[in-house]
């Protein structure tokens, strides 16, 4: 085509880059706001002063609290979903993959507080059911194609029920959630993380998988940092 029949549409996409570039940074730096002061008594005003700039630009990228908390759910677990993806990708070896998932779920869950969650659920709860469906099944779908990959390896027992699985990743990135469970994986995140992901694979591992978790994952350097 010519290229006066191209050029808006290049402007178009150039334009939609820079706007999703300063989304991007605006949602950034609200997502830290929120880990800082909660999401109870935070206003749109606070936001603003946060952000440097005018309540009616603000208002300009977004219609109400809840659409900025909606929209700064999306672009976190988007961060997510893209990190568990580039882990897939980068680690194709089956046990350090599903390690390095299991390490990252619960690290992402260690980081957010009881209370955080506890504030999400209460007052937005569509929100938090929306975002949690998505990254359940996101989760599942990954944790299904390692199960599947292990076994076809003979790394894994053919006979490991997928749906325990889940639930036990389900499990474990909820105990943060847990008043009880909340101190004591902040304290000594990385021991029990080595402990139970241990315990997790040999439940789950054939004898090959287990000569391979004790050969590769004996080495000291191998921690989980929180």
Not at 53 to 73: A, C, P, R, W
């Amino acid at each position: 085509p010519p290229r006066s029949t191209l050029f808006p549409y290049t402007t178009l996409f150039r334009s939609l880059s820079i706007y999703n570039q300063v989304m991007d940074e605006l949602l950034e730096r609200i997502s830290t706001l929120i880990l800082k002061c909660g999401v109870k008594s935070l206003t749109m005003d606070d936001i603003a002063r946060s952000l440097a700039m005018s309540k009616k630009t603000l208002y300009q990228h977004f219609e109400n609290k809840k659409d900025v908390i909606k929209k700064v759910g999306d672009y976190e677990q988007q961060k997510e979903f893209d990190i568990l993806t580039q882990i897939c990708e980068e680690y194709p070896q089956t046990i350090d993959q599903l390690w390095l998932i299991t390490k990252y779920l619960v690290n992402q869950r260690v980081k957010l507080s009881a209370n955080l969650i506890y504030s999400f659920n209460k007052y937005y709860p569509d929100i938090t059911q929306y975002l949690s469906s998505r990254r359940q099944l996101f989760i599942s779908n990954i944790l299904i194609k390692n199960l599947n990959k292990g076994i076809a390896e003979e790394l894994y027992r053919n006979d490991v029920d997928v749906e325990t699985m889940i639930f036990f990743y389900s499990l474990l990135t909820s105990l943060s959630e847990m008043d009880m469970f909340d101190s004591l994986m902040k304290k000594n995140a990385g021991l029990h993380f080595n402990d139970v992901f241990n315990f997790h694979l040999r439940a789950i591992a054939t004898p090959s998988g287990i000569y391979y978790l004790e050969t590769k994952f004996k080495s000291e350097d191998i921690k989980l940092d929180f």
